[in-house]
């Protein structure tokens, strides 16, 4: 059984308020995720954006 079948399998004994509690927790957990991927594509973004502003060509202190 996977983790899904695990979790609908347990949240389905739970009484009503604890399964909104549950689906909360689990919406909390989405929208982490998808800020964790944002941050990661900026990073990303930015990183390129710093390498193409400081390419290695452009450096005026390695040429003899």
Do not use: H
């Not at 982490?32 to 060509?57: G, H, I, T, V």
Request: glycine share 0%; proline share 5%.
């Amino acid at each position: 059984m996977n983790a899904a079948e695990l979790i609908f399998q347990k949240t389905s004994a739970l009484p009503p308020e604890l399964q909104q509690e549950a689906l909360r927790y689990v919406d909390y957990l989405v929208e982490r995720q998808s800020e964790a991927e944002a941050a990661r594509d900026w990073a990303k973004f930015s990183a390129n954006q710093l390498a193409r502003a400081y390419a290695p060509e452009d450096a005026i202190y390695d040429q003899d």
